[in-house]
Nanobody, 119 residues
Framework: QVHLVESGGGFVQPGGSLRLSCAAS????????MGWYLQAPGKQRELVAS???????NYSDSVQGRFTISRDNVKNTVYLQMNNLRPEDTAVYYC?????????????WGQGTQVTVSS
């Protein structure tokens, strides 16, 4: 069984920073792609950033230059450093991981963490 546990959300004023963390737990995990998605009220979930096990990153246009995704492959943890936050970044942020179990790859989601940017 694989669990993703997120932390680090909260309330911040515009221009502020937050750092999200997501740890994948389980035995003998091989975690490939990890990523962060956001879902604003009434909207579909969308990609914020992703990172491969080889540290190749991808960002949405809206966060390029403001957010940085990184990971610790030993801890199976992915981070999202969010700087210069804007009110439109307000959403629930979800972590996703692609985990190889045997010959199959499975997709897992975290429980979500709320980020609110407001003055």
């Amino acid at each position: 069984q694989v669990h993703l546990v997120e932390s680090g959300g909260g309330f911040v004023q515009p221009g502020g920073s937050l750092r999200l963390s997501c740890a994948a737990s389980g035995n003998n995990l091989k975690v490939n792609l990890m990523g962060w998605y956001l879902q604003a009220p009434g909207k579909q979930r969308e990609l914020v950033a992703s990172i491969t096990s080889g540290n190749t990153t991808n960002y949405s246009d809206s966060v390029q230059g403001r957010f940085t995704i990184s990971r610790d492959n030993v801890k199976n943890t992915v981070y999202l450093q969010m700087n210069n936050l804007r009110p439109e970044d307000t959403a629930v942020y979800y972590c996703k991981a692609l985990v190889v179990l045997g010959i199959y790859t499975y997709q897992y989601w975290g429980q979500g963490t709320q980020v609110t940017v407001s003055s």
